[in-house]
């Protein structure tokens, strides 16, 4: 399992996902993307709603699609409806399965170099 949290703008909606089927059928660069994106965005929902047992998904992304549509259109960088990937979860999964994708995510974010002491 990779945990996605999810939930609309009002908070009207909050759940629980399991977004391993993304991570099984996505490819290496919406991955990254959603890495450089800090592992949060609105587009996994819509890509797992329509799955079955995620039911109440789809009742949060049609919520988010019809009764915040007012505040999504006068705002268009407004966002309705987010899931949140864990990291942990995420890159464990992607060293173990995808390793290719995992290393294209460190590869992209670089860790800092330590500084010492003076």
């Given at each position: 399992?990779?945990?996605?949290?999810?939930?609309?703008?009002?908070?009207?909606?909050?759940?629980?996902?399991?977004?391993?089927?993304?991570?099984?059928?996505?490819?290496?660069?919406?991955?990254?993307?959603?890495?450089?994106?800090?592992?949060?965005?609105?587009?996994?929902?819509n890509?797992?709603?329509?799955?079955?047992?995620?039911?109440?998904?789809?009742?949060?992304?049609?919520?988010?699609?019809?009764?915040?549509?007012?505040?999504?259109?006068?705002?268009?960088?407004?966002?309705?409806l987010?899931?949140?990937?864990?990291?942990?979860?995420?890159?464990?999964?992607?060293?173990?399965?995808r390793?290719?994708?995992?290393?294209?995510?460190?590869?992209?974010?670089?860790?800092?170099?330590?500084?010492?002491?003076?």
């Open positions: 399992m990779i945990k996605a949290t999810c939930h609309t703008a009002d908070e009207a909606y909050g759940l629980d996902v399991d977004a391993l089927p993304w991570f099984r059928e996505a490819d290496l660069q919406s991955i990254v993307h959603l890495a450089h994106r800090g592992w949060s965005s609105e587009w996994l929902a890509a797992l709603e329509r799955r079955p047992g995620y039911e109440r998904l789809h009742d949060a992304v049609d919520y988010a699609a019809t009764r915040l549509r007012e505040e999504s259109l006068e705002d268009p960088g407004w966002v309705s987010e899931c949140v990937v864990d990291q942990a979860q995420a890159m464990a999964w992607l060293t173990q399965n390793p290719d994708v995992a290393a294209a995510i460190n590869a992209s974010h670089p860790k800092p170099e330590p500084t010492s002491a003076v």
